[in-house]
């Protein structure tokens, strides 16, 4: 079965502070693999996209790792900010149909 | 114009009442996707438009009906729903059925 995993499911950190957010699909065969920020009440944003053959990408201050063989990605924040609280939504695609499979989620929150 | 737009921001209507939510595009974009959102939880997809054809109907219940009048315009015509139909609607649109969606920022509707 076709899923896509996230962990933390919630994380609070002080400002100014890194984490990092994972998550752990299934999706086969697979084809890409994004990061999306969705702050609350609004429609999701696209950090970054990742393909199979990519293993880290970045858009800022926020770097995301794939490993396609353990079929686990990770996003890493540097120098949180009060901005990004936010929802932090990992979606994986499958090449076949183009279906989009969706994380739970990762709710982050900043605090001052 | 890069952003996908939604009408309205918020609803509320009855379980007789008759509404629609608007959303629209000048990107070009040939697909467009309705998805529900419940707090909390990922969005689910309901239906898919490829050049202004439905392509994917994930068995929503007829009470939701959906059209595309052209390929900028996607529309929900809503009917005699349920209050658990209460959820964030998300439009998105991407070039094509495989490429990034973009999503526009939800119509928040409650159902009483």
């Known amino acids: 079965k076709n899923q896509v995993e996230q962990s933390p499911q919630s994380l609070i950190i002080l400002e100014g502070k890194n984490c990092t957010l994972q998550c752990n699909y299934t999706v086969s065969p697979f084809s890409n693999l994004r990061w999306y920020k969705q702050d609350t009440g609004r429609g999701p944003v696209s950090l970054t996209i990742?393909?199979?053959?990519?293993n880290t990408k970045s858009n800022g201050r926020y770097t995301a790792t794939l490993d396609a063989d353990t079929k686990q990605s990770s996003l890493h924040i540097t120098a949180s900010q009060l901005s990004d609280s936010a929802s932090y939504i990992c979606v994986v695609r499958d090449s076949t149909l183009g279906r989009l499979y969706f994380g739970r989620g990762t709710q982050l929150t900043v605090w001052p | 114009d890069t952003e996908v737009t939604q009408t309205p921001k918020h609803l509320v209507m009855g379980m007789t009442n008759k509404k629609s939510l608007k959303c629209e595009q000048h990107?070009?974009?040939?697909?467009m996707y309705w998805y529900k959102q419940k707090a909390k939880k990922p969005p689910e997809l309901m239906f898919v438009y490829s050049y202004e054809k439905l392509s994917i109907n994930e068995s929503v219940p007829s009470r939701f009906s959906p059209e595309c009048p052209n390929s900028s315009l996607l529309n929900l015509h809503l009917h005699a729903l349920q209050p658990e139909d209460s959820a964030l609607y998300l439009c998105?649109?991407?070039?094509?059925?495989?490429?990034?969606?973009?999503f526009g920022p939800g119509t928040r509707l409650l159902v009483l």
């Open positions: 990107m070009g974009h040939r697909a």
């Open positions: 998105a649109s991407s070039l094509g059925i495989q490429e990034t969606q973009y």
């Open positions: 990742m393909t199979f053959s990519e």
